[in-house]
Every structure is written in structure tokens, then in C-alpha cells.
């Protein structure tokens, strides 16, 4: 058995009691395990959403094989434990590609739905919950729940960015989208600080599908929000090939790496080499798919570098608004205290509804950092954010999520005590618990 | 080897479809044999989406051995013919349970050996006379010396192995090669109950190998590779002393 854990390793959970799920029909006793459960697939969430302390995970990883997929119409129906990474290898030489990715392919289907995953191409096509047609649900209590738009309508919404609490997602069909080849053309835009970024985002959002900005989040002052922006379309060529995957084999990061390797002076190098490596003002270039979305998958379990302790992540989306306080106030705190992040995404966020109740993305700028846990510290700072994020009106990704606090999650997701209602009375989750109890007071 | 047309017995064991979605990738036409409907039409409808040109089945009991004739004959007429055979079928028996129940034991037998040697005794003639082809068998690193802890299943694979050895002998003349492939532990549902170490292989790695080694008509293949140490070691010891140690 695999020795479940999260992305960030942190918190520390004794490892769960693990159930494999390898068929379709294997899981006929749910009503007889008198722990609660939940779905865990390849554990990419960050924080403890995909974990149940004290229950059960049910590893569906297994549950991989695809069902149908036609070529013509692009229409794929899938087990809900394949990867994103298995299925470009089965599409993308066929001409077709995933229709919304996150920043890894090793994510499985099911994760996908529950976590209602975002990318690059959010500000034209929405999240991942907005390409599926239909799934099944199956209930703790033996029901079999064929999920769409028009069929248990309820259940679709909040299985969408349910993080795993509504069932266990069988399968799933959604819409993949075409491409000529599996190459993307680039450009690389270095921008000095946070209103360029907001100047070429308005410009880019129109004729570029992919967007995103790697941010240095130790400049400060007038270099403040300085980054790189890398917009991207298709290759429209029908003369280049579609390659399944250009990737070497991934290298490992075969041990936990010493905690001093990641620490400020690596991380103002880094930050510092890749700004100016960006000498010139745009670059282009044209790259197979592998390098442009999935940079860091090259690096097999590169969470380790963090070391044991683990790492946290934290992401929140702000609505636009005129002088961008959050992001402004956010950065400058990071760049002030001298714990830069040694990566920060930067990204507009489009206005595509989801049909998930509990999905994250909302119109909007959204910020993801990664901090190495040092302990209260590192939480303290956290919370402090939370409250520069909610008084811009935003909200923290569960997802990406290991401390937030019950009231945190409720300004993030009002909604959840209609969500509420569709939780498989069987399900829970580290996460679930952490934020809700505190706000269902005395029980 | 060229492996378009593909018999598949016990398709819906994780090795095996391992092995098919490589096949499937490389366009092939496949027949599928396997013992429980629901199962075998998740893997046929898999290998279908992967890219095999075609994909048959047929929902069997290997122990009817009665109908192994018509096993062969559904797949020739499907596929038009058959070049390449992989059977992947097996059972893990609780060893010490059927050492009080003399019909488990002989049902293992039929399970990993008898059902095999059946069907390659129908096959084997098909491919002497067709004089070319690829047949993969999959037995165990366990059918390499008797231990107490898996002797029935170790016999029932040991005795498949030297069919096999034999079979390899005889068709070597037709250019039919015969794979005997000996994996070690690997992750499947057969070994869900088993407690998993260092030495444990993922089905997709081992279906890996078994391709590569189909392809090249390797004689015997350890998977992963370095079972083949082990079992040298393992079958080195003198037996004054092997009786004695608790394997």
C-alpha cells in the first residue's frame, strides 16, 4: 500500500487506512466500513483536503481505464482515477488535448471535477467543472447517480469542487478540445512591476488562450510585482507533429532534500536569474506542451526539496478593483520579511461561471505562493493575509489549503451550507472538519 | 516479432492489460478471454479508446476445458488469424489453507498449470504449422524452487515452466518463439491482501517488460530484472540446508 500523503506534507496525518478501489463494481460494502471515507487518487492536493485522519482513504487510483473516446467529436469518458498525463498520451496524437489543465498532468479526473481545477486558459474557458457533460455518483448507500446539467442537477453542482465529500466519482465525460500539433508558441514579456502586469493582461486576455505571470516576490519598492509574462497560443500548423509527450523520463528527487537547500539567498538567486535571464523585453519561442504547462513535472516528487517539514501553499483570488490592494499589500509583506516564496504565480481570472457550488476560481486576480514551514511563524503570516484577502472581498483555494480558518472558509465560500446538504453522510475529510466544525458550534 | 493479431487469456489481470494497452497503442487487433463479463468489457472498451483496431471477447471459465477448442477456433475466426498468444491467467492460493483441502489444491493446479497446458496444446499445433508467431506465458518467479510458505503454487508454476521449456524446444524449428515469463511480487489486485516491500514492480512496469520481451521472442524473462539474481541465489543453496530455512 502506498503511504498516503498530501503535496505539501504538511499538516503531518498518521497515515489513513487505505482501500483499493480496481473496479467499477468493487465498492458494494461502503455502508459496512464504520470509519468515514474519502476518495484519494495521486495526492496532489497541497494541504489536507485529500486527507481523513482516523477514516479511510479509498485509492482510486486503479480506477484507470478509459471508457470511449471518439475522435471526430472529441468526446472522451474516462474512470475517474486516469490522469490528465495518461490521457494526453492517448489524445494528443490524435489531435485532440485536455480542456483545461492544472500545472501538473498527474492529477487524476476525479480530482479534477472535485478540486474544480483551473489554468492558464481560465479567462476563456473556465475550469475544468465547465467541460464536463455528465459522471457517475455513487453513494455510500449502494445509489448509482448519473450526474449532468440536466439529470440530479444538485448533485452535478456540488460534485463539481465538492472535494471528494459528495461520493465517489466512477467515471466522467467531458469535452476535449482540438489542436493542430502539440506545440504551443510563446511569448515571454518581462514586466517592471504590478500595473504593466495589469496593462498587458488587459491586452492579452482577447487574443491569447493561455496566460500566466511568474512573479519575483522578493523585489520591492519600485520593482515591486516585477515578473515575467507568458501568454501563448496553439500552434496553428497542420505541418508540425503531435508528439504525445516530449518529456524525458521525469527525474526523482529520490530523499527528503536538507532544509537549509531551500532558503533566501537560494531563493533570491533564483528570482533574481530568472528576471534577468528575460534580458530582453519580449521573447518568443515556440515549445512542445510538456515545458510550457507542466514546467516542474520534469522534476518527479520536486516537494521533497522542501524537506521534511513540508511546505505550505497559499492562493486567493481578489476582485479586480482599482489600485489592486491586496495583491499590492500581499507582495510587499513577503518582500518586506525577507521569507520570499520561491514561486508566485500571477493570474487574471475570467468571468466563465462554473457549475460547481464550492469551485474556487471567481473573476478576478489570484496569487499562488509556496512558503516552507516554519512553524507559527509561517501560519501567522498566513492569517494575516487572509484578512488583506478578505477585505478586498476574495477568497483562499481549498485545494492548496492547510490552515485556513472556519471563518476564513465561510467568507470564501458563503455558500457552503447549501453544499452542505449533498455531503455523503459517510464522507469527510481532514480539511472538511478542520474548517466546519468550528461553525456548526456545539456538535 | 510482429504482434497484430493477439489472443489475450486472462485479460482482465493487471499485467495483462498492461501488456494490451502497449499493443493496443500499436494499432493491433485483440481477442480477450476472461471470466467475469463486466470486467472484461472495462478492459475491451479501454483498449479501444487506446487505438487497437479491433477488440473481441469471449466470457470463459478457463477450467471448462471442454471449451478451450472453441476458444481458439472464436479467436481465429474473429481476428482472421492469430500471431501473438499472451496468457496471463493465474489464482494465489492461501497456501496454508489448501494444505487441509485436497481439492483446493487441485483446483490450483487447474487454475495456474492443467488450463494453461491445455490451451497451448491447441495452439501450439495452430502456430507449428503457421511457422511464425509469439507466445507469452505468464508464470512466477515462485515455480523456480518449492518453499513452504507457495509450494502449490510454486509446483503448478514450476511444472508450466518446463512445459514451456519443451514447447520452446519443439517450435523453435517453426520460428514460433515461447516467452516464459517469470515476474516477482507485483502490485495487482491477486496481491491486494499481501504486504508490500522494496521488491514489489507496478503492473505497467512489468507489462513493459513482458512487450519488449514478446517482441524480441526472449526464451525467459525475469521482470523486473533483478529477480533473476535472486532466484540464482535463491536456487544455489544446498537443499540439506534450504529444507531447514523458513521460506
Redesign the interface.
Known amino acids: 500500500m502506498r503511504r498516503p500523503e498530501s503535496w505539501g506534507r504538511y499538516p503531518s496525518i498518521k497515515p489513513e487506512n487505505i482501500k483499493a478501489v480496481h473496479w467499477r463494481n468493487d465498492l458494494t460494502d461502503l455502508q459496512q466500513i464504520d470509519k468515514t471515507v474519502l476518495p484519494y487518487g495521486l495526492g496532489r492536493s497541497y494541504g489536507d483536503s485529500c486527507r481523513n485522519e482516523d477514516g479511510i482513504l479509498l485509492d482510486t487510483s486503479n480506477l484507470n481505464r478509459f471508457i470511449y473516446f471518439d475522435e471526430h467529436t472529441g468526446l472522451i469518458r474516462c474512470e475517474a482515477g486516469v490522469s490528465l498525463a495518461e490521457i494526453l498520451e492517448v489524445v494528443v496524437p490524435r489531435g485532440w488535448f485536455v480542456p483545461v489543465t492544472p500545472g501538473t498532468k498527474y492529477v487524476t479526473v476525479g480530482g479534477a471535477i472535485a478540486n474544480d481545477v483551473h489554468g492558464k486558459n481560465h479567462h476563456r474557458n473556465g475550469t475544468f467543472g465547465c467541460h464536463v457533460t455528465c459522471f457517475e455518483l455513487l453513494r455510500s448507500d449502494g445509489q448509482r447517480l448519473f450526474c449532468s446539467p440536466e439529470q440530479n442537477r444538485d448533485f452535478f453542482r456540488a460534485t463539481i469542487g465538492g472535494l471528494g465529500l459528495t461520493g465517489v466519482i466512477l467515471w466522467a465525460e467531458f469535452h476535449l478540445k482540438p489542436i493542430q500539433n502539440s506545440f504551443i508558441d510563446v511569448e515571454e514579456i518581462r514586466f517592471s512591476n504590478l500595473d504593466e502586469f495589469f496593462e498587458i493582461t488587459a491586452q492579452s486576455d482577447q487574443d491569447f488562450e493561455y496566460t500566466v505571470s511568474w512573479v519575483d516576490c522578493l523585489a520591492k519598492g519600485k520593482n515591486l510585482g516585477r515578473g515575467v509574462f507568458m501568454r501563448g497560443n496553439n500552434n496553428p500548423s497542420k505541418y508540425l507533429t503531435s508528439a504525445a509527450s516530449n518529456m524525458m523520463l521525469p527525474i526523482s528527487v529520490p530523499l527528503d532534500a536538507p532544509e537549509f537547500l531551500l532558503n533566501n539567498l537560494t531563493m533570491k538567486a533564483f528570482n533574481t536569474t530568472f528576471y534577468y535571464a528575460h534580458y530582453k523585453k519580449v521573447r518568443y519561442k515556440t515549445v512542445p506542451y510538456d515545458p510550457y504547462f507542466y514546467p516542474l513535472d520534469f522534476l518527479d516528487r520536486w516537494n521533497k526539496l522542501y524537506g521534511k517539514r513540508g511546505f505550505l501553499q497559499y492562493q486567493f483570488v481578489v476582485p479586480f478593483d482599482n489600485n489592486n490592494y491586496a495583491i499590492r499589500e500581499v507582495l510587499s509583506r513577503i518582500a518586506n520579511s525577507g521569507g520570499g516564496s520561491f514561486l508566485a504565480v500571477l493570474k487574471a481570472f475570467g468571468k466563465v461561471e462554473s457549475p460547481g457550488m464550492l469551485s474556487f476560481p471567481r473573476p478576478g486576480v489570484t496569487l499562488a505562493l509556496d512558503f516552507a514551514y516554519h512553524g507559527e511563524k509561517t501560519l501567522k503570516m498566513l492569517e494575516e493575509f487572509d484578512q488583506i484577502v478578505f477585505e478586498s472581498g476574495g477568497a483562499i483555494y481549498p485545494a492548496k489549503d492547510a490552515r485556513m480558518s472556519a471563518a476564513s472558509f465561510e467568507r470564501s465560500f458563503p455558500k457552503w451550507q447549501e453544499f452542505q446538504q449533498y455531503i455523503d453522510p459517510k464522507f469527510s475529510s481532514s480539511f472538511w472538519r478542520r474548517v466546519t466544525d468550528p461553525l456548526k458550534g456545539a456538535d | 516479432m510482429f504482434m497484430t493479431k493477439v489472443l489475450i487469456v486472462g485479460a482482465t489481470s493487471a499485467i495483462a492489460h498492461e501488456t494490451a494497452k502497449l499493443m493496443a497503442k500499436d494499432g493491433a487487433e485483440l481477442f480477450l478471454v476472461g471470466r467475469t463479463a463486466?470486467?472484461l468489457q472495462?478492459?475491451q472498451?479501454?483498449l479501444?479508446?487506446?487505438?487497437a483496431k479491433r477488440v473481441e471477447s469471449l466470457v470463459l471459465d478457463i477450467n471448462d476445458f471442454s471449451r478451450h477448442q472453441e476458444l481458439v477456433d472464436k479467436a481465429l475466426q474473429s481476428l482472421g488469424g492469430l500471431d501473438t498468444v499472451l496468457i496471463a491467467h493465474g489464482t494465489l492460493p492461501d497456501q496454508r489453507a489448501i494444505e487441509q483441502d485436497v481439492a483446493a489444491t487441485i483446483l490450483e493446479f487447474n487454475n495456474n498449470c492443467t488450463s494453461a497446458i491445455s490451451l497451448l496444446t491447441i495452439l501450439a499445433n495452430y502456430f507449428e504449422k503457421q511457422k511464425r508467431g509469439v507466445i507469452g506465458v505468464i508464470s512466477s518467479v515462485a515455480g523456480d524452487r518449492g518453499r513452504q510458505s507457495n509450494y502449490v503454487y510454486g509446483a503448478a508454476k514450476g511444472g508450466l515452466n518446463v512445459f514451456l521449456q519443451g514447447l520452446r524446444n519443439r517450435l523453435a524449428a517453426s520460428r514460433v518463439a515461447v516467452v516464459t515469463i517469470k515476474p516477482g511480487f507485483v502490485d495487482t489486485?491477486m496481491t491486494?491482501h499481501l504486504k508490500?516491500g522494496p521488491l514489489f514492480a507496478s503492473a505497467e512496469k512489468v507489462g513493459g517488460d513482458v512487450y519488449k520481451a514478446m517482441k524480441k521472442g526472449q526464451n525467459v524473462l525475469y521482470t523486473p530484472w533483478f529477480w533473476q539474481g535472486i532466484m540464482l541465489i535463491i536456487k544455489s543453496v544446498p537443499e540439506a540446508i534450504f529444507k531447514k530455512l523458513k521460506l
Request: proline share 8%; hydrophobic share 30%; net charge positive.
Open positions: 463486466d470486467k472495462a478492459v472498451d479501454d479501444k479508446a487506446r487505438g489486485p491486494a508490500k
